[in-house]
């Protein structure tokens, strides 16, 4: 008599073997696609972290910004203005700060910076320099560092084609954080001392 062989349980194994593949596949695909996802939540977290930090340090200008004349020519020697740090902003060592000035006709791109604390405006009258004229609200400490709730004026020399009616752009690139542009014009008359709008 012949015996006949029933291939049934081959076949189950054959199914078991492929739904194990495609198992193990799946798994190891879904690590793949989640260790991704990890990595992009952690790039995208570092790059928030960055934000904060570059936008805890920016500056601010309190109170107005002021032309003063060159002599009796009919053009700005020096800007003055007032800065301090944002709310909530940390401290930032304003000597490694790049100032640029640029109007319709001259572009100065990083200007030398005078050290000292009493930085006098004349003495950068129309020169690619500025630096710190006076600090307020300093705690004692004489050094360049902006700390919270402290102000320093600073005086940028500025070219002689800073004359009536011209746009005037000052940058301000703190070490570590964004670019300040104190954006202004000249007065259709220019007076000792003048306010810029």
Known sequence: MKTRLSES???GLEAAIVLIAFVVVAAVFSYVILGAGFFTSQKSQEVVQTGIQEASSSLQVIGGVYGMQNGSNP????????????????????SKMVISYQDGTTRWSNLTYQSGYTVSG????????????????DVGTQNTLLEP?????LVVGVPVSATVNTPITIN???????VFQIKRAVPAAITPVNILY
């Open 149 to 153: 709730g402290e102000q320093f004026i």
């Open 75 to 94: 053009s700005l020697g020096y800007v003055k203005f007032t800065v301090g740090n944002t709310a909530g902003g940390t401290a930032l060592d304003v």
């Open 9 to 11: 349980a081959f076949t």
């Open 172 to 178: 301000l690139q703190p070490s570590n954080g964004a």
């Open 122 to 137: 004349d003495s950068l009258m129309n020169a690619p320099e500025w630096g710190i004229n006076q600090t307020a609200n």
